[in-house]
């Protein structure tokens, strides 16, 4: 009998909430539901929208699709962007555009870096730079597109931007 009663009243209780929620403050009253729009589906961006090489201080790739945004932190966010391209041919071309040989962070994944700003310890939580990734090591099939349907499916590579937080001169 117990058995039996627990099984119709374990599908009416909600499911656990992930913990911790640091963008809720914590209250004894749960929060309101929050309405279902087709917005609310979508991938992290830039506050203000697609970022370009004037936002961003830094040349792109030409064709690198924008992916998605993170925050870093201290005024600094992410920046993702997959290309169809190697990752040999991104790391030739950004040496040729930043006209610096970058350094090599990672021989398995392929990793490299190049650095575009003084690293400030004390306004900064990372180096503003470019990273490319190879996505294709190990047999991989790539970085997915985060939008379902959309062509490419995988990019081979994925470039990292970080940018010097706002109002920061490199």
Not at 44 to 64: D, H, Q, S, W
Not at 70 to 85: K, N, S
Not at 152 to 162: A, G, K, S
């Amino acid at each position: 009998m117990a058995v039996s009663l627990a099984c119709v009243t374990l599908p009416a209780q909600q499911p656990p909430r992930p913990f911790p929620q640091p963008s809720q403050p914590r209250t004894s009253a749960p929060p309101p539901p929050q309405p279902s729009t087709p917005s609310s589906q979508a991938p992290p961006v830039a506050p203000a929208g697609i970022p370009n090489e004037a936002t961003l201080g830094v040349p792109l790739y030409p064709n690198a699709q924008f992916l998605a945004s993170y925050d870093a932190g201290r005024g600094q966010r992410f920046y993702l962007f997959g290309v169809l391209l190697s990752f040999t041919d991104a790391v030739t071309y950004y040496r040729s555009t930043l006209k610096s040989r970058g350094e090599v962070l990672f021989e398995s994944p392929p990793t490299h870096q190049f650095e575009i700003a003084r690293f400030r310890e004390d306004v900064m939580a990372f180096p503003p730079s470019v990273t490319i990734k190879d996505y294709t090591w190990g047999g991989s099939g790539g970085y997915p597109n985060p939008t379902p349907g959309a062509e490419p499916e995988r990019f081979p590579t994925v470039i990292q931007v970080v940018p010097s937080p706002a109002g920061q001169s490199p």
